[in-house]
């Protein structure tokens, strides 16, 4: 996936991040192509992304730094 088409996909409301929690994030996204930014978006929704994602490490690394991070939370 090319760095604009990740932009396109995964700069949505529900997963606020500053560049270095889009860059843990795409490293998710490459890892995983199944996980597509609209699923990931409805599960946002239904507050159930952990359900499907809590064992995978990179997801983990993008929440741990979402949540310390002053300037994620902030956009
Ligand atoms: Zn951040």
Not at 53 to 65: C, E, G, K, N, Q
Request: negative net charge; contains cysteine; charged residues 25%.
């Amino acid at each position: 996936m090319t760095q604009v088409e990740f932009n396109e996909q995964w700069s949505v409301d529900e997963l606020p991040a500053c560049d270095t929690g889009m860059e843990l994030l795409k490293h998710f996204a490459d890892m995983h192509p199944e996980f597509t930014a609209s699923y990931i978006r409805r599960l946002a929704w239904a507050d159930e992304v952990d359900t499907f994602t809590a064992a995978d490490p990179l997801w983990t690394a993008y929440v741990r730094h979402v949540s310390d991070c002053p300037h994620c939370n902030d956009l």
